[in-house]
Nanobody
Framework: VQLVESGGGLVQPGGSLRLSCTAS????????????MSWYRQAPGKEREFVAA????????NFGDSVKDRFAISRDNTKEVLYLQMNRLKAEDTAVYYC???????????????????WGQGAQVTVSA
């Protein structure tokens, strides 16, 4: 499975940005809707941080404390795309954002890095005036 993030860039504080993560390369019997997914981010000099997670059917979600009430995660299983809508951006949101995917049965979401099987290459988001 290949994951490719897009939509990153430079935005002013208080602005909005939407990231997309496009999935491809599913093997026979495997589908985008089989995968629980998430967003993580890594700022310079810091460890990778959990941002948001969504279960495979898009009903259950979870957010990291630093982005709660500002970010929204969603997915379109027909288009095989994961989204992260980021609002009221702050300078401290500057980071490389990664999407991740894991295929398991059930309807759970996952918040620990080690649980994820596939990762994208990352998209840079810079929040600056």
């Amino acid at each position: 499975v290949q994951l490719v993030e897009s939509g990153g860039g430079l935005v002013q504080p208080g602005g909005s940005l939407r990231l997309s993560c496009t999935a491809s390369g599913f093997t026979f019997g495997s589908y985008f809707s089989s995968y629980a997914m998430s967003w993580y981010r890594q700022a310079p000099g810091k460890e990778r941080e959990f941002v948001a997670a969504i279960n495979r059917v898009g009903i259950t979600v979870n957010f990291g404390d630093s982005v709660k009430d500002r970010f929204a995660i969603s997915r379109d299983n027909t288009k095989e795309v994961l989204y992260l809508q980021m609002n009221r951006l702050k300078a401290e949101d500057t980071a490389v954002y990664y999407c991740a995917a894991v295929s398991r049965g059930g309807f759970a979401y996952y918040t620990e890095e080690y649980e994820y099987e596939h990762w994208g290459q990352g998209a840079q988001v810079t929040v600056s005036a």
